[in-house]
């Protein structure tokens, strides 16, 4: 009876965490309904909810703003909204902050989070697997001898928690894997391993 039971766990475990966390997305992008008039919403035309429409009418959102501002006219409305926030008090330290973080980590050029490494954490004889993020800047690296780079390192189960470090590139060790790989890694506790 044990057997059965853990079997039928290991089935549905995965599932309902799956379908939970879908619809967790699923409920927080249909918020952006509440922005379109009464009259259109699903529950006034249909007479019901229907879910998904605003998830849908988000991307559509992000989808159309990427296309209108990747030409001149909307990159140059672009550059006058950064510089209008970049003048609100109180506003500009936050859109500032949030604007460079997400630059580096949506950008295509960009190298964050794309090289899994494997470091000596948190001391010399054990080790962690942690994300390249790029070179230490400003008065840190004046105060730095030797070549260093900083890495992330995420805490299992929940990868979006961890520590930011600065390490000698020695002892820093590039991984052949993909971040996929590196994530699920970690996230399972080491249980399910890379190929």
């Not at 089935?11 to 509440?34: G, K």
């Not at 379109?36 to 988000?58: H, I, K, S, Y």
């Not at 008065?139 to 001898?145: A, F, G, P, R, T």
Request: net charge neutral; proline share 7%.
């Amino acid at each position: 009876m044990r057997k059965y039971f853990l079997t039928g766990l290991l089935v549905l475990v995965p599932l309902v965490i799956t379908a939970w966390v879908l619809m967790l997305i699923i409920s927080t992008l249909d918020q952006s309904l509440l922005f379109v008039p009464a009259a259109w919403q699903p529950r006034e035309l249909f007479g019901m909810d229907v879910p998904g429409v605003g998830a849908v009418l988000t991307l559509a959102i992000v989808f159309l703003t990427g296309l209108l501002t990747n030409n001149l006219v909307g990159g140059y409305i672009v550059r006058l909204g950064d510089r209008i926030m970049k003048r609100i008090p109180v506003v500009s330290s936050l859109y500032g902050s949030v604007k460079q973080v997400s630059d580096t980590l949506f950008s295509s050029s960009g190298n964050a989070f794309r090289t899994p490494v494997l470091i000596p954490y948190p001391h010399a004889d054990s080790y962690t697997i942690a994300f390249l993020t790029g070179a230490p800047g400003g008065d840190v690296k004046n105060h730095l001898v030797g070549d260093y780079v900083s890495v992330y390192v995420p805490t299992t189960p929940n990868p979006t928690s961890g520590f930011f470090l600065m390490m000698e590139r020695s002892k820093v060790v590039e991984l052949n894997m993909s971040v996929d790989a590196a994530l699920k890694h970690i996230v399972s506790m080491g249980v399910v391993a890379p190929e």
